[in-house]
């Protein structure tokens, strides 16, 4: 094959999720150019990713309306048509990836097993050996449909050394320089019912730093902002604040220094499982065998309800499954980790 195109939009955890993908392509295809196309949000985890030859970015706010849709289409289609597929793969499964998908015209069209609003009417949905399994898996069903062997699993992400340097003046500022251990906390979530309490966080941060380990906030936006003074106020001694001042590739470089990664079903949680730093993640309302840290789903801890991955924003019963999971049962699954 000489063009591929990858289809996944949104959002950074699902991104991430895919990365894999670029990986196994190139791995059966050297000499494939391969295209993704991405809206703005999960751009940057893509940019400089070796494996990736073209990113498309899909702004979907310009084509709301009938007048943005009509100026948009246009270049958007030439920019899609640029290259004739050989392949593409959907792998958001959503009518707007499939227009995408049916614009970009490609000679072969693959997709995910659970397709939605009419995708499964353009490209073919692939139900393969890990159907059931984890969602890195799934996509990677994708890939193999195409002959792809995936013999290893990878995460590429390319962090600058512009980066990597402007990450560690950050921490050293801090006090957390080379050497000193940390532990990230990623304190937000899109879900309301993914985040942990904030008096949870400032327990755990409270014993982290009697342990001599350094606890750090990471995260982005008001909100967290927002949760990141809560849990400073509510601890003895206030972690490290590095909310909203590192861009996505300084966080990755930041994961790939500590010595673990805590948090809820969200982005950053899964950016760092999949750079292979000791990663728990702490479930309620979703499914830790589809959604849990990728090759180290023994460390998510899922709240013990019948109910449990009901995958609703909201809970119906109005319990707070993660207010359920103590900071003691949190200590317990990271202290074999820290203890390596």
Not at 163 to 172: C, I, N, S, V, Y
Not at 218 to 226: A, I, K, M, Q, S
């Given at each position: 094959m000489?063009?591929?195109?990858?289809?996944?939009?949104?959002?950074i955890?699902?991104?991430i999720?895919?990365?894999?993908?670029?990986?196994?392509?190139?791995?059966?295809?050297p000499?494939?150019?391969?295209?993704w196309?991405?809206?703005k949000?999960?751009?940057?985890?893509l940019?400089?990713?070796?494996?990736?030859?073209?990113i498309?970015?899909?702004?979907?706010a310009?084509?709301?309306?009938?007048?943005?849709?009509?100026h948009?289409?246009?270049?958007?289609?030439?920019?899609?048509?640029?290259r004739?597929y050989?392949?593409?793969?959907?792998?958001?499964?959503?009518?707007?990836?499939?227009?995408?998908?049916w614009?970009?015209?490609?000679r072969?069209?693959?997709?995910t097993?659970n397709?939605?609003?009419?995708?499964h009417?353009?490209?073919?949905?692939?139900?393969?050996?890990h159907?059931?399994?984890?969602?890195?898996?799934?996509?990677?069903d994708?890939?193999r449909a195409?002959?792809?062997?995936?013999?290893?699993?990878?995460?590429p992400v390319?962090?600058?050394?512009?980066?990597?340097?402007?990450?560690?003046?950050?921490?050293?500022r801090?006090?957390?320089?080379?050497g000193?251990?940390?532990?990230?906390?990623?304190?937000?979530?899109?879900?309301?019912?993914?985040?942990?309490?904030?008096?949870h966080?400032?327990?755990l941060?409270?014993?982290?730093?009697?342990?001599?380990?350094v606890?750090?906030l990471?995260?982005?936006?008001?909100?967290?902002?927002?949760l990141?003074?809560?849990?400073?106020?509510?601890?003895?001694i206030?972690?490290?604040?590095?909310?909203?001042?590192?861009?996505?590739?300084?966080?990755?470089?930041?994961?790939?220094?500590?010595?673990?990664?805590?948090?809820?079903?969200t982005?950053?949680?899964?950016?760092?499982?999949?750079?292979?730093?000791?990663?728990?993640?702490?479930?309620?309302?979703?499914?830790?065998?589809?959604?849990?840290p990728?090759?180290?789903?023994?460390?998510?801890?899922?709240?013990?309800?019948?109910c449990?991955a009901?995958?609703?924003?909201?809970?119906?019963k109005?319990?707070?499954?993660?207010a359920?999971?103590?900071?003691?049962?949190?200590?317990?699954?990271?202290?074999p980790?820290l203890?390596?």
């Open positions: 000489k063009n591929i195109l990858v289809v996944k939009l949104s959002a955890g699902d991104v999720h895919a990365l894999p993908v670029s990986y196994a392509i190139k791995e059966r295809f000499e494939a150019h391969l295209t196309v991405v809206e949000p999960a751009y940057p985890i940019e400089d990713n070796p494996y990736i030859d073209d498309i970015l899909f702004e979907k310009k084509f709301r309306s009938v007048s943005g849709f009509l948009e289409i246009g270049p958007f289609r030439r920019q899609l048509r640029a004739p050989d392949a593409s793969l959907d792998l958001q499964g959503l009518f707007k990836s499939a227009a995408i998908v614009n970009a015209g490609a072969q069209r693959v997709g097993a397709m939605r609003e009419g995708a009417l353009v490209s073919r949905p692939v139900r393969g050996a159907a059931e399994g984890h969602i890195v898996e799934r996509y990677l994708v890939a195409l002959g792809c062997t995936v013999d290893e699993v990878r995460f390319a962090v600058s050394e512009r980066d990597r340097a402007a990450a560690e003046m950050l921490l050293a801090e006090g957390v320089q080379d000193r251990a940390f532990v990230a906390f990623a304190i937000g979530a899109n879900w309301p019912n993914k985040r942990w309490p904030v008096e966080f400032a327990a941060a409270d014993r982290l730093y009697r342990a001599r380990y606890p750090v990471v995260g982005g936006g008001r909100l967290d902002e927002t990141a003074q809560d849990i400073m106020a509510a601890s003895e206030p972690p490290v604040n590095l909310v909203g001042r590192t861009n996505l590739k300084q966080l990755a470089h930041i994961f790939t220094r500590a010595a673990l990664v805590l948090g809820g079903d982005g950053p949680v899964h950016l760092a499982a999949g750079l292979g730093t000791p990663t728990v993640m702490l479930m309620g309302p979703t499914d830790a065998n589809r959604n849990g990728y090759g180290q789903q023994e460390n998510a801890i899922e709240v013990d309800r019948p449990r009901c995958w609703k924003r909201a809970c119906p109005g319990l707070d499954c993660l359920a999971i103590t900071p003691e049962m949190v200590v317990e699954r990271m202290r980790l203890s390596r």
